[in-house]
Every structure is written in C-alpha cells, then in structure tokens.
C-alpha cells in the first residue's frame, strides 16, 4: 500500500478498511473467555486429581495470555501460585498425556472429520541450550538457520477446506540417547524405548490413527518421500499419498519405457533412468499445465505443473508403479521458477489438479507451527525429562486446538 507525496498512510481508504476489519470489540474478548472455559470442561475430567484440574487450567490460560514468556515461572506468577507446583504438574506430574492427545483427536473429528482430509507429518526443532534436556543434540535448525543443539519432535497435523489441527507428537531419541544407560535415567526414558527414525514413527503414527481420522491423503516433506520404505510401508496400509522428492531422485519414465517387473534388477547399460531434475529439464513447456493451488495473500496462487507414471530406482532396484508431479512456482524479483518434486501413490486415477491440491495442504502445519510457537507457547518450557516434555507438548496443543477452533468461529477475516 503506497502514500501519496500529501497523505499518510493512515489517510488511506485502504487502510481505514484493514483497520476496521482489524478491530476486536470486548464483547469478543468475552466471549473468547467463555468459549475457553467451555472448551476446557471437556479436558478436565482426564485429570483425576483436583489439583491436577486446578494446575491444568491454570497452565492453558497462561499458554493463551499475553506473557512473553511462557514457562512455569511467569505463568505461576500471573495466577499468584508457587512456582514449583506448576512446575512439578508439567515436569514430572501423574497425569496421562496420551489420554488428553485421545479426546484432542476426537474433538478434532467431530468438528473437522473430512473424508477428504490430509495428515501431514512434520518434525520441528526446539533450540535448546546446553546437552541434558532428554534427546538434545546437535542438528539443523530451520528456524535459526544453522546447527544447534536442539530437541526434535515429529508432529502430525490434520488438514481440510476447514483448517488444520494438531494430531499427535512424539520426542526423537537421537542413538546416543537410546544406546546410553546414564543418558536414559537423566533424562527419564521409559524402559524399553528403542531408536527410530523420523519415516519409522511417522508410519507408526499412520498405522494408528488411519482408521479413527477421516482422511484420504497422507504428506509430508523430503525426509519422508526420499525413503522407498516408508512409501512402502504408506502402501501396505492403503494410504494415499504426495510427498516431496530430493531433485536427485532417480526414476524410469513409464510413459517412454516398458515397465519394469517391481524388485527387479534394471538392465545394466539401460540408460531408461534419470534424476527427476533432468527430466523437468526434458520436457516440452506445452505438456506444462497451470493450476491454481489455493488462495493467496496477494490472490490465487498458481503453478505450473506436469506429471508421468514413473518407476523409482530403490538400491539398484526398480520400485512400483508411483507418480511424479513437478510444480514450478513463480521465481520472486524476476528469478527462475521454483522447482518442487514430488511422488505420489493413489488406488484410482486421481487429476493433476487433486495431485496439487493435496500436495498444497503440507503448508497448513508450517501455519500450524508458527501459531503454536507464537502464540501457545509450543517451544516455550524449560522441562528436561522425557515426561516433561510429553507434558508440555500436550498442553499447548490443547491451548493450539482452542485457537484454531476460535479462528474456525471467527472466521479468517477475524482471526485477530
């Protein structure tokens, strides 16, 4: 929105326009405090002692206020209770996280269940400083850029036309933790905990919830679709899915070769394989098609996008018959488009069109994340155990799932 050489910006229509849509009357404030305490009955029964009732209240209110800070200390303070008593209720009290996860998922079902939903998983980095917290230790941290010693959880999301919701996490234990006896009892590991990756909790997580959250497509970034095991394992159980490939990824073009029998070797001096980069580059720009992806801040977002039936080479092997869908997004300042691949695995013919859409909903967990740290106070604790960090996660989803439930109510144009 530009100003004029004898205006302000305040002076502009436009700006009157933002300003009014902007604006929250204390009638909506009120009613934001009695929706809370409404949603909030619904969870307190899981807590069975009175204190624990008391304590949890006290901790959502305080991951929903306008602290800066929101750790034990500062939301003791707010509520005038001694500070170790909200901090022995999130770092070590007896309450069953795993049952508050359960309502939250079927709360999340019975306002949002979509047949057409998608579950994105995600892991996220929490920055951390130095080496005791449970599971720390030195990795990539997006959020700041570089490496850093960091927890990392793998989250799930739910995405629909109506929103997304949080669905469960789970704190990675890097080997070291696993494989360390001192390690496990600092950071009070339960008894039998065995390492897995990120793709192996992921698809137990699928596996779980598949038959209780109505959906239809299951997503996520590179981590994830770079692994032909965890496509694999996404297809014994029948899930639909799109997920993000390294350019490096090597395919066989189905729609120019013969298929190959799946597990079978390739023909050693076959040169039918290329890297899904060189077969962006090899393509005519009329099979490209444009798509709209969903609305943007500035209007439609649109792509353009080709896909073909293709095989993955999985360890000199030839893997199943899957998709390969490439979207070019425009390049920003007059730069090359932006290049995303992606492969996918469907039961019945599905459109490019449903292919990106169903692709586009992996942002709708990056919305999610930046709410949760934002404004629930997702990365904000200062806990070390394994419980403690369970704790925490859980009740600021639960503080998370209020907000996207008021930004439902509100509408998006209110969401303020």
Known sequence: ????????????????????DARVVPGQVEECRRKLGQFIKRYLPLFYRAEHRRNALIVIQGLLSGLSRKTAEPIARQQGVPRKRIQS????????DQA??????????????????VLVFDPSAFPKKGAHSCGV????????????????????????????APLDRQLFLPKVWVQDPA???????????????????????????????????????????????????????REE???????????????????????????????????????????????????????????????????????????????????????????????????????????KSVSLEEWIHARSRRHQIEEMFEQ??????LGQYEVRSYIGWHHHITLSLVALWFLCLERLRLGKKRRR
């Open 1 to 20: 929105m530009d100003t004029t050489a004898t205006g302000t910006l305040l002076e502009d229509p436009r700006a009157h326009a933002l300003l009014a």
């Open 89 to 96: 209720f999130v770092g070590w009290g007896k309450w069953d």
């Open 100 to 117: 508050v996860m359960r309502e939250l998922r079927r709360h999340v079902v019975e306002v949002m269940g979509d047949p057409e939903g």
């Open 137 to 164: 230790a030195r990795t990539w941290c997006g959020r700041l850029g570089k490496k850093e010693n960091c927890q990392v959880g793998l989250f799930l999301a739910y995405a629909t036309d109506h929103g997304q």
């Open 183 to 237: 390690r496990r009892a600092e950071g009070h590991v339960p008894a039998g905990m065995k390492y897995h990756e990120h793709w192996e909790t992921a698809l137990k997580m699928a596996k779980a919830h598949r038959r209780t959250i109505p959906h239809r497509w299951v997503t996520g970034d590179d981590e994830f679709g770079r692994v032909g095991a965890f496509r694999e394992g996404l297809r014994k159980l």
């Open 241 to 347: 899915y799109i997920l993000d490939v390294p350019v490096s990824t090597t395919i066989r073009d189905l729609a120019v070769h013969k298929p190959l029998r799946a597990g079978s070797y390739p023909p050693k001096k076959a040169k039918t394989f290329c890297t899904v980069g060189q077969w962006a580059a090899a393509q005519d720009p009329q099979a490209w098609r444009e798509v709209e992806v969903r609305d943007g801040h500035k209007g439609p977002l649109r792509v353009r996008a080709v896909m073909t039936k293709v095989q993955t080479r999985l360890r000199r092997r030839a893997g199943p018959e899957e998709w390969l869908i490439v979207m070019a997004s425009p390049g920003e300042n007059g730069n090359p488009p932006d290049l995303s691949y992606h492969i996918g695995w469907s039961r």
């Open 372 to 377: 949760g740290k934002g404004e629930a106070g």
